[in-house]
């Protein structure tokens, strides 16, 4: 079964750092363009960050670029985002997906089920 | 950074009929166009890829359409399971960009 499993998600103060991970299962994740997608609650989606160490492509959203790093490691078929001086308006839940078919422009046809980030004093 | 508009932000329909989407997009994407859809609770599931493409197990009442700048989702003989978020995004430039969604609900 293709499935991804997020974590590492809690309640953590402004400037702060936490570390989210998503483990990829039955599909070859070293093939794959891996993403982070987050969504504010009740609000919309917003792309965060991309990577395909295949390509050697990594992206950041303006909001995020500085403060957030995306790495992968290949052995343990996993996805993680650093993020680090943490605001407010991180809070949301973060989803990781895959890229449909490989290459660098695709959709995302594989999504988690999400782990919840809230900064707060 | 593509910025990506969806109107109406709310759309009424009843069981039966067909419900049009649209979707806009500050510059062209070519093809390079998803539709998503997301009910309570749920992760976003992809819907149609390619801007016309639907992905596997998607059932033939949900049509996509358009090229450039401008794109269409159409539902046709709504079902029940069919009232949920429905999300555009552009993958053809990085960074990706969604738009804001469309809420289907019943009317």
């Known amino acids: 079964e293709v499935k991804l499993v997020e974590s590492g998600g809690g309640l953590v103060q402004p400037g702060r750092s936490l570390r989210l991970s998503c483990a990829a299962s039955?599909?070859?994740?070293?093939?794959?363009?891996m993403h982070w997608v987050r969504q504010p609650p009740g609000k919309g989606l917003e792309w965060v960050s991309g990577i395909s160490w295949n390509i050697g492509i990594i992206d950041y959203a303006a909001s995020v670029k500085g403060r957030f790093t995306t790495s992968a490691d290949n052995v343990k078929n996993s996805l993680y985002l650093q993020m680090n001086s943490l605001r407010a308006e991180d809070t949301a839940l973060y989803y990781c997906a895959r890229g449909r078919g490989g290459l660098a422009q695709d959709a995302f046809d594989i999504w988690g089920q999400g782990t919840m980030v809230t900064v707060s004093s | 950074e593509i910025v990506m508009t969806q109107s109406p932000a709310t759309l009424s329909v009843s069981p039966g009929e067909t419900a049009t989407l649209s979707c806009r997009a500050s510059q062209s994407v070519s093809s390079k166009l998803a539709w998503y859809q997301q009910k309570p609770g749920q992760a976003p599931r992809l819907l149609i890829y390619?801007?016309?493409i639907r992905a596997t197990g998607i059932p033939a009442r949900f049509s996509g359409s358009g090229s450039g700048t401008e794109f269409t989702l159409t539902i046709s003989f709504l079902q029940s399971e069919d009232f949920a978020l429905y999300y555009c995004?552009?993958?053809?430039?990085?960074?990706?960009?969604f738009g804001p969604g469309t809420k289907v609900d019943i009317q």
């Open positions: 390619d801007a016309f």
């Open positions: 039955g599909f070859t994740f070293e093939d794959s363009v």
């Open positions: 995004q552009q993958y053809n430039k990085w960074p990706f960009s």
